[in-house]
Nanobody, 125 residues
Framework: QVQLVESGGGSVQAGGSLRLSCAAS????????MGWFRQAPGKQREGVAV????????YYADSVKGRFTISRDNAKNTVFLQMNSLKPEDTAMYYC??????????????????WGQGTQVTVSS
């Protein structure tokens, strides 16, 4: 059974940085598309960034390009989301997600069948 555990959320002022981590277990980590979604109150869950197998296969939502960086450490079965230049509109619950195979249609939450419990990110102006 796949298990995903997020950490690293918190509260920061606009312009600050946070680094989220997602520790994965229960499967062959390198063969999975791993990523981050977020959901603000009253809004739909949206894809933030995903990565598959190597640093060359990463995808970002337009709203975070140039500010967020996704990376993974296969040896530690962990995926990271470095968030810089945070804005109040980045405030949301952030979820780690995983699915077997490539990251096609990665922006669709229903394409992922493994989820973490979420970690809250709050950015104040």
């Amino acid at each position: 059974q796949v298990q995903l555990v997020e950490s690293g959320g918190g509260s920061v002022q606009a312009g600050g940085s946070l680094r989220l981590s997602c520790a994965a277990s229960g499967y062959t980590y390198s063969h999975y598309c791993m990523g981050w979604f977020r959901q603000a109150p009253g809004k739909q869950r949206e894809g933030v960034a995903v990565t598959y197998r190597d640093i060359g296969s990463t995808y970002y939502a337009d709203s975070v390009k140039g500010r967020f960086t996704i990376s993974r450490d296969n040896a530690k079965n962990t995926v990271f989301l470095q968030m810089n230049s945070l804005k109040p509109e980045d405030t949301a619950m952030y979820y780690c997600a995983a699915r077997f195979g490539y990251c096609y249609e990665w922006t669709l939450p229903e394409r992922f069948d493994n989820w973490g419990q979420g970690t809250q990110v709050t950015v104040s102006s």
